[in-house]
């Protein structure tokens, strides 16, 4: 399978502290998305990196790609309570096939 | 931008009847994509459409599933009959052009099926 899988399950942490989430994944990739999906709702795209990159931004997210490790992590600093979801790995594989996403990750930041 | 659109948001039913579920993408998309979302399975792509064409059905459960993209603007994901372990969130996403873009979901149909 080429299903990513994120670590850890579930992760809680207190308001302001950093979160740090983790995806591996067992086959090469094209590039890597970070999606949220908070409770009731549906998924929303965070953040794209391409497999020739190792690091981006966007506000206080934070990822990273070890194509040698066949791994990328999400980071968020300073965690608000709003930040409280779901957070999935995408991964765009060669061959024209659609994105796997991973079984998530569910922070919960406690105010 | 309306975003993804899908109907019902809610939908109670009883087993043996059919569930009929509707999205309609955001204008322009060429591709999209049904998942379903349960808690044991996590979320499970069963169809994609490209150009209105469906060119992977692998992940469709069982003959009950049926899905159809008549135009550019709709797609239908039809359970017939329906059974209580069909219950899930049900969502639709649509990407730009490539099926490897990235994707934008609706809010989902959440299914009961008593």
């Known amino acids: 399978s080429q299903q990513g899988e994120e670590d850890p399950q579930a992760l809680s942490i207190q308001e302001g502290e950093n979160a740090t989430m983790n995806c591996s994944y067992k086959?090469?990739?094209?590039?890597l998305q970070w999606y949220r999906q908070n409770s009731g709702r549906g998924l929303v795209h965070l953040i794209l990196?391409?497999?020739?990159?190792r690091e981006k931004h966007s506000g206080r997210l934070r990822v990273t790609l070890d194509t040698s490790k066949k791994s990328s992590s999400l980071l968020i600093t300073a965690s608000r309570a709003a930040d409280t979801a779901s957070y999935f790995c995408?991964?765009?594989?060669?061959?024209?096939?659609?994105?796997?996403f991973g079984k998530g990750t569910r922070l919960s930041v406690i105010a | 931008d309306a975003g993804v659109i899908q109907s019902p948001r809610h939908e109670v039913t009883e087993m043996g009847q059919e569930v009929t579920l509707r999205c309609k993408p955001i204008?322009?998309?060429?591709?999209l994509f049904w998942y379903r979302q349960t808690m044991m399975r996590g979320l499970e792509l069963l169809i994609y459409f490209n150009n209105n064409v469906p060119i992977d059905d692998s992940g469709m459960p069982e003959d009950r599933f049926s899905a159809k993209m008549p135009n550019a603007s709709f797609s239908t994901l039809k359970i017939q009959p329906s059974e209580p372990r069909d219950s899930a969130v049900y969502f639709c996403a649509s990407s730009a052009s490539e099926i490897t873009d990235t994707q934008y979901f609706g809010p989902g149909t959440r299914l009961t099926v008593l």
């Open positions: 995408a991964t765009e594989h060669s061959g024209n096939t659609p994105l796997v």
């Open positions: 990196i391409r497999s020739n990159e």
């Open positions: 204008s322009g998309h060429n591709s």
């Open positions: 086959t090469s990739i094209n590039n």
